[in-house]
C-alpha cells in the first residue's frame, strides 16, 4: 500500500464534494493478521524516524485530527503512536474554550501548545473547530465578542481560512511540517457506534445525548467541512480525506502518510566534528582502564 495515500490527499485549489469521497474502501489488510503485521511494520518505522526527527533537532511535525464523534481519533491516535517514545510525542485535546482562552484570538490556545523541534505533537481537534463547529452554531461564535461574530457572515469564515494559511504557511517556512487527517465517516456507521457504545460497559461514558442531537445537523457539518477541506489543503499543510468506516484501513493509512512524510524530510544523525571523536576516543581510553 505505498502510493495508496496520495489517493486520499486533497490537492491544493481543487474543490472538496464529500459526497464523491468514500468513507470506506476495499481493505487494504488480506486478515486481521495482515494488518497487524502491516501497522507493527508502520510503527516500527515511525518509532526510527521519530528518533532521528529528535536527534537530528531540524524539524518538527504537527498532526491534526478533525472528525464527527465516533469517527476513530483516539483509536487512530493511540494504535498508530504507540511505538514512539513518550518523550517525543505530545497530544492535546481541544474541547470547549475555557473563559480566559475566550479572551484572546481563535488561534491562541493552540499556538501554545505547538511542537517543538525534534517532536512530534498530535492535535485532537485543533484550531479548525473554529470554522466548523462555530459555523455550525453561531452562538458559539457570538459568544466569543470577536468583531462581526454577531453577522457570521461569508467574510468572516474567508478571513479565518486566511488566518489559519497564514499560521500554517509561517509553521512550515520555519520546520514544522503538517499533516491534517479528516476521518471520514458515513452518519450510519456513525449510529452503529453509538448503539455498540450502549452495549459496552467500557465505552458507555463516552456517549451522551449531546452527541446524539448533533446529529440533527450532520448535513451542515458536511457543508462546513467540506468548504474548510477545500479553502485549507494546501502543498505544505495537505489535508488527507480518510475514510473511516473501517477502522484498520483507516490507521493503515494515517501511519502510511506521517511515515512517508518522515521520510522525505531526509534527516540524518548529527555528524560528529574531529574534535568530538578526539573527545570520545579519550572518553573510551577512561572507561578501558
Not at 11 to 22: A, D, F, I, N, S
Request: net charge positive; proline share 5%; glycine share 4%.
Amino acid at each position: 500500500m505505498k502510493h495508496i495515500p496520495a489517493d486520499f490527499r486533497v490537492r491544493e485549489g481543487h474543490p472538496v464534494k464529500l459526497k464523491h469521497w468514500p468513507t470506506a474502501v476495499k481493505p487494504l489488510y488480506r486478515s486481521k493478521a495482515h494488518y497487524q503485521r502491516l501497522l507493527a511494520d508502520h510503527v516500527a518505522q515511525l518509532s526510527k524516524r521519530q528518533r532521528l526527527l529528535y536527534a537530528s533537532d531540524e524539524f518538527a511535525l504537527l498532526v491534526i485530527f478533525q472528525a464527527m464523534d465516533a469517527a476513530g481519533k483516539d483509536g487512530a491516535i493511540r494504535h498508530v503512536m504507540s511505538g514512539v517514545d513518550p518523550q517525543g510525542c505530545q497530544v492535546f485535546s481541544f474541547k470547549h474554550p475555557s473563559p480566559a482562552e475566550l479572551e484572546h484570538d481563535f488561534l491562541w490556545r493552540t499556538t501554545r501548545c505547538l511542537p517543538e523541534r525534534g517532536r512530534i505533537g498530535i492535535f485532537n481537534r485543533s484550531y479548525y473547530e473554529e470554522v466548523l463547529i462555530a459555523r455550525v452554531h453561531p452562538e458559539i461564535l457570538r459568544g466569543e465578542g470577536v468583531p462581526g461574530g454577531k453577522a457570521a457572515n461569508e467574510d468572516l469564515w474567508r478571513a479565518r481560512y486566511k488566518s489559519i494559511l497564514d499560521l500554517e504557511s509561517h509553521l512550515h517556512r520555519n520546520g514544522t511540517r503538517i499533516i491534517k487527517f479528516f476521518l471520514h465517516l458515513s452518519k450510519e456507521e456513525q449510529r452503529k457506534r453509538f448503539l455498540d457504545r450502549i452495549d459496552d460497559p467500557e465505552k458507555r461514558w463516552k456517549l451522551t445525548q449531546a452527541d446524539v442531537e448533533e446529529r440533527k445537523y450532520w448535513k451542515a457539518y458536511m457543508k462546513a467541512y467540506q468548504e474548510c477541506l477545500s479553502a485549507t489543503s494546501t502543498t505544505a499543510a495537505p489535508w488527507y480525506i480518510v475514510p473511516a468506516d473501517d477502522k484498520e484501513s483507516a490507521r493503515l493509512i494515517v501511519s502510511r502518510v506521517i511515515v512517508d512524510t518522515l521520510t522525505a524530510l531526509q534527516m540524518s544523525y548529527p555528524k560528529a566534528s574531529e574534535a568530538r571523536l578526539r573527545e570520545l576516543r579519550s572518553i573510551r581510553r577512561v572507561l578501558a582502564r
